[in-house]
């Protein structure tokens, strides 16, 4: 079964539909994947905007909205509850007033919504930063316990008749240079993310050496990092420091001598950098024909999953079922 598919029926049979929040509610790209979402009852949408400025924007587009409950920051009953609440979680670093100016926008609202189990998850970032996703995340879902930092990872998609290979890259959008401690943590979640994808992770720790064919912090770096993963998770296959070639073709493997069972099937990345893990994902999806979803963020006591400023409708719901997914 195609990923979409499986996810979707997954969605189906819960008995208690998920509900998503989107940030920007009055986004057309935001309002046409909702419609889409609402006709297949997948999962239940709250949309943050002002109802009649959504209202006619969904006249104009002819989208499908009935149902799909509208919230308004300036005009939500609950705001003094929700303020308190922000307040308790910034403990001390945001005053009453502050919180309530933080409030009106859409990214900290939203967030609060799932915070106090009103959504289950968050959506944002077709206007918005990636910054401006992540920050109310940490600040008020904050870390899973055991987590120190937010990661991301790619789910590579590559179809063909009959069916289809999946991949998962990490971190290719978030931490900029890694520590090894980061690098443990990365590759550890993105593994229980791929997971999720139907993906039973062999994860490649990448870099320019292949068991010490190169020198060099950044390789020492590498190494270490995978000798902590293999003490904390001994079940977990895993292999470093491995080139790109050496994780995944077997001839190469063996010419380098290496064993085990991922070098030479790898299909759980993990980049030594924000640079390379960027640029490989891009590679495999302009030039490898992947499709690319993410980036999905790990590590947050709640799914909170942020889109690109240039995404279309279709890659918001898929987003969003893929964020759901994850609730």
Same mark, same amino acid.
């Given at each position: 079964?195609?990923?979409?598919?499986?996810?979707?029926?997954?969605?189906?049979?819960?008995?208690?539909?998920?509900?998503?929040?989107?940030?920007?509610?009055?986004?057309?790209?935001?309002?046409?994947?909702?419609?889409?979402?609402?006709?297949?009852?997948?999962?239940?949408?709250?949309?943050?905007?002002?109802?009649?400025?959504?209202?006619?924007?969904?006249?104009?587009?002819?989208?499908?909205?009935?149902?799909?409950?509208?919230?308004?920051?300036?005009?939500?009953?609950?705001?003094?509850?929700?303020?308190?609440?922000?307040?308790?979680?910034?403990?001390?670093?945001?005053?009453?007033?502050?919180?309530?100016?933080?409030?009106?926008?859409?990214?900290?609202?939203?967030?609060?919504?799932?915070?106090?189990?009103?959504?289950?998850?968050?959506?944002?970032?077709?206007?918005?930063?990636?910054?401006?996703?992540?920050?109310?995340?940490?600040?008020?879902?904050?870390?899973?316990?055991?987590?120190?930092? @937010?990661?991301?990872?790619?789910?590579?998609?590559?179809?063909?008749?009959?069916?289809?290979?999946?991949?998962?890259?990490?971190?290719?959008?978030?931490?900029?240079?890694?520590?090894?401690?980061?690098?443990?943590?990365?590759?550890?979640?993105?593994?229980?993310?791929?997971?999720?994808?139907?993906?039973?992770?062999?994860?490649?720790?990448?870099?320019?050496?292949?068991?010490?064919?190169?020198?060099?912090?950044?390789?020492?770096?590498?190494?270490?990092?995978?000798?902590?993963?293999?003490?904390?998770?001994?079940?977990?296959?895993?292999?470093?420091?491995?080139?790109?070639?050496?994780?995944?073709?077997?001839?190469?493997?063996?010419?380098?001598?290496?064993?085990?069972? @991922?070098?030479?099937?790898?299909?759980?990345?993990?980049?030594?950098?924000?640079?390379?893990?960027?640029?490989?994902?891009?590679?495999?999806?302009?030039?490898?024909?992947?499709?690319?979803?993410?980036?999905?963020?790990?590590?947050?006591?709640?799914?909170?999953?942020?889109?690109?400023?240039?995404?279309?409708?279709?890659?918001?719901?898929?987003?969003?079922?893929?964020?759901?997914?994850?609730?």
């Amino acid at each position: 079964m195609l990923l979409f598919d499986k996810l979707i029926a997954d969605l189906k049979t819960r008995a208690k539909k998920p509900t998503i929040v989107f940030t920007e509610g009055t986004d057309p790209r935001i309002l046409e994947a909702t419609s889409r979402l609402r006709m297949g009852h997948i999962i239940n949408v709250i949309l943050i905007g002002d109802q009649d400025e959504i209202a006619k924007i969904e006249a104009e587009g002819h989208y499908r909205l009935n149902g799909v409950k509208v919230m308004d920051p300036n005009n939500y009953p609950d705001m003094e509850a929700m303020v308190a609440r922000m307040v308790e979680l910034r403990k001390g670093k945001m005053t009453e007033d502050q919180c309530r100016e933080m409030l009106k926008q859409g990214n900290y609202f939203g967030t609060m919504l799932v915070e106090m189990g009103i959504a289950d998850c968050l959506l944002g970032g077709a206007t918005y930063s990636t910054a401006d996703t992540v920050r109310p995340a940490l600040q008020l879902i904050k870390t899973k316990p055991g987590n120190k930092i @937010v990661s991301s990872c790619f789910i590579l998609v590559h179809e063909f008749v009959g069916g289809d290979v999946r991949l998962a890259m990490g971190d290719c959008a978030i931490n900029i240079e890694p520590s090894e401690d980061d690098l443990v943590e990365i590759a550890i979640e993105t593994a229980k993310t791929a997971k999720i994808f139907g993906i039973d992770p062999q994860i490649a720790m990448l870099s320019y050496s292949t068991k010490g064919s190169g020198k060099g912090p950044s390789v020492d770096k590498v190494r270490n990092a995978t000798e902590k993963i293999k003490e904390r998770m001994p079940l977990l296959p895993v292999e470093g420091e491995l080139q790109f070639d050496s994780a995944v073709s077997p001839t190469v493997a063996a010419t380098k001598h290496v064993g085990g069972e @991922v070098a030479g099937h790898a299909n759980t990345f993990i980049f030594p950098d924000i640079n390379s893990g960027n640029i490989g994902y891009k590679i495999a999806q302009r030039l490898g024909g992947c499709a690319a979803y993410g980036p999905i963020l790990q590590g947050l006591n709640a799914p909170i999953n942020d889109l690109s400023r240039g995404c279309n409708a279709d890659e918001v719901y898929k987003m969003a079922i893929i964020t759901a997914a994850l609730s």
